[in-house]
């Protein structure tokens, strides 16, 4: 399978997920799933859409997508990771930074994905050994090594509490780094890393579908993924640290730790 051929598909199926974004974005009504966790119309609509669009292209192909989206059947090597709104507490606050997330794995292994802003019409796509681009163009990492230079970004789980251990590690980065933001779409903070626009970003409480896309999107922007440990990174499991590569990920790992 080429790898290209299903980076396109996951950029399609992104864009038409951020189409009904948009179209719902004056009409949904919002509930929460768990206290804070949000959902709305616009997140079934998105993922529908979206596995019907690559299930039509890739019948065997299996899915796992936020929204209640479960196709283990058959053994095909290929599993589709799908987030169809990724930030939507800002998307019900009308605060435009969230995303559709569209991973495609092999055996384990993240081959191709997309992230798509809508907000921005930005289309963060990459495939294995290929590169990362943005809007069709390459993006890399940036270049920063010291943290007190570094703009960095974290994900809290909802409804945390300031005793939360994931707090106390936010705290000491904030301390160290230039800047820390906690942004609501960590997708997007993927996509960012994966241009330069951030150094760094990390947290311990998130889901396949948060992350699948958008770690492919740094590793082949040139930047590195591991857990806040600095062990090997795994999409079901939610501890991530993500960074442009340079030595400011060990700083990283020494204050999460
Ligand atoms: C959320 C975002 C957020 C992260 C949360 C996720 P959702 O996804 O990625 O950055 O901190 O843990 O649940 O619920 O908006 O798809
Ligand atoms: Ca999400
Ligand atoms: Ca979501």
Redesign the pocket.
């Known amino acids: 399978m080429a790898y290209e051929q299903l980076r396109e598909t996951a950029e399609e199926a992104a864009r038409i997920g951020g189409r009904i974004l948009h179209d719902w974005a004056d009409k949904f009504t919002a509930r929460e799933k768990s206290p804070a966790?949000?959902?709305t119309e616009a997140?079934f609509a998105s993922e529908n859409a979206i596995f019907e669009f690559i299930h039509a292209r890739y019948p065997d192909h299996r899915f796992l997508g936020?929204e209640g989206l479960n196709r283990n059947e058959g053994n095909s090597a290929f599993r589709w990771i799908i987030?169809p709104?990724?930030?939507?507490?800002?998307?019900v606050h009308g605060f435009p930074y969230?995303a559709v997330s569209i991973g495609v794995e092999e055996d384990g292994r993240m081959v191709a994905g997309a992230v798509y802003d809508p907000s921005r019409d930005e289309m963060f796509s990459a495939s294995a050994g290929q590169g990362t681009m943005l809007n069709g163009q390459p993006i890399r990492v940036s270049s920063e090594e010291d943290l007190a230079n570094a703009l960095c970004m974290a994900?809290?789980?909802?409804k945390t509490t300031r005793d939360d251990p994931a707090v106390q590690a936010f705290l000491r980065v904030l301390e160290a780094a230039q800047h820390v933001q906690?942004?609501?779409?960590?997708?997007l903070?993927l996509a960012s890393v994966a241009a330069g626009r951030v150094e760094a970003f990390w947290?311990t409480?998130?889901?396949p579908?948060?992350m699948a896309a958008g770690v492919l999107l740094v590793e082949e922007a040139g930047g590195r993924v591991t857990k806040t440990q600095g062990d090997r990174f795994f999409v079901d499991d939610p501890d991530l640290l993500v960074s442009n590569g340079s030595p400011l990920h060990d700083q990283l790992i020494r204050l999460l730790g």
Do not use: C, H, I, M
């Open positions: 966790n949000l959902v997140d936020e987030d709104l990724d930030g939507t507490s800002n998307y969230y994900s809290l789980p909802v906690r942004t609501g779409s960590a997708a903070n947290s409480s998130l889901k579908w948060d």
